[in-house]
């Protein structure tokens, strides 16, 4: 069995904090920046997607890999919690069973590409919640991931191609997203999501992040780039936090292509090192950060209808529904408790999912004993 990256599943498990805390925070319109960049980390993600590649398989072995890996357990999750949501806003918040059905349509198809099939059946007035809206940049780590499959152990071979084919990815989504192409679930970002892709399995594959080989100069001086990178994106308002496949800037979608690019580099340099350094001084916090980190993909979809919920009960606005806006103290504290409940939660259930995992385990060993005596 292949050996999980520790380093990288702590990682994980802060970068899903930071996600879960940036859904569940309010923050005002003067902290909304600095907020999307600390815990928009979606380009870490997509780098720690490629960064665990090896080469060797073929491009169905992957793709099927993909779809067991991820699809599958994200197809049988979202429609449970849509099926529970969905029953809580039509008993307690009167909904009725078309709205209901328009939550499954708008969840599987996306809004692109339901316009496409059915013009005139998108009604934003009838979506006051999002009730798996994280699961949109599953199907975008999942059409990424088709792109990198097909280029990467070609790309893979020297510099020059890696740079070649990121260049490309970037160049075709910006081409998409300039001239507005409308494809289903944001496919317009999907070639430079495969761009980061690349760079996070070249990284992998050359040991270029092995932080216990690296020499103490090194770490600053890739420290501080990533400081600067963090810096002038920020002071440029060079935002790159991606929704629903659109890059949200306020330059042109090249700067937000490239911005995107090399604060992915930045976040994932600082993250992992960060983590390696939690890894080696602190091992309790490790150990809870990697097992967080094990779970994203539930996480990912699971924080946002528990805090939906919990918002709705305690009758408070909540980020999904009003993306930035001023907060009293008392909702302030009320979203921190959200954030604290919601990520004890995950945690919680991804406990219980491995216990049963390991008791199914025992099991089939056990069957397995019996068979051979």
């Not at 920046?33 to 060797?56: I, M």
């Not at 893979?156 to 001239?179: M, T």
């Amino acid at each position: 069995m292949k050996q999980r990256d520790r380093t990288l599943d702590i990682a994980k498990g802060i970068g899903m904090l930071l996600v879960v805390s940036y859904h569940t925070i309010f923050c005002s319109p003067e902290t909304e920046n600095l907020f999307e960049y600390v815990c928009g980390v979606l380009g870490f993600f997509t780098f720690a997607a490629g960064y665990t590649y090896r080469p060797g398989r073929s491009y169905k072995e992957n793709v099927v890999s993909r779809l067991r890996g991820m699809m599958r357990p994200y197809l049988v999750l979202s429609f449970a919690m849509l099926t529970f949501s969905c029953l809580y806003y039509y008993f307690k918040r009167g909904a009725d069973w078309q709205w209901c059905a328009d939550q499954y349509v708008f969840t599987y198809l996306r809004g692109e590409l339901t316009e496409m099939l059915w013009p005139g059946y998108f009604r934003p007035s009838d979506l006051p919640y999002k009730l798996v809206s994280p699961g949109w940049y599953v199907w975008m780590l999942f059409f990424a991931s088709l792109l990198f499959y097909a280029v990467a152990d070609r790309a893979l071979v020297s510099r020059g191609r890696i740079l070649a084919a990121v260049a490309v990815g970037g160049a075709v989504s910006y081409e998409l997203l300039e001239h507005n192409v409308a494809l289903p679930w944001g496919m317009q970002c999907a070639p430079v999501y495969a761009a980061m892709m690349l760079l996070g399995a070249w990284a992998g594959q050359n040991r270029l992040l092995d932080f216990d080989a690296m020499s103490a100069g090194k770490k600053l001086l890739l420290t501080a780039l990533s400081l600067a990178v963090f810096g002038i994106s920020l002071h440029y308002d060079l935002v790159v936090r991606t929704f629903l496949g659109q890059f949200r800037e306020l330059q042109t979608y090249a700067n937000g292509v490239v911005a995107y690019l090399l604060l992915g580099l930045a976040d994932s340099f600082l993250l992992l090192g960060f983590s390696h350094a939690i890894d080696r001084h602190v091992a309790p916090l490790a150990t809870r950060l990697a097992f967080f980190g094990r779970g994203t993909i539930f996480t990912l979809l699971n924080h946002g209808l528990f805090s939906l919920i919990l918002f709705d009960r305690f009758s408070v606005p909540c980020k999904f529904e009003l993306w930035v806006r001023d907060y009293t103290p008392r909702e302030f504290w009320i979203s921190v408790a959200v954030f604290g409940l919601t990520a004890l939660k995950c945690y919680l259930i991804l406990w219980l999912r491995e216990w049963l995992q390991a008791r199914r385990a025992k099991k089939q060993q056990a069957r397995a004993q019996a068979g051979a005596s």
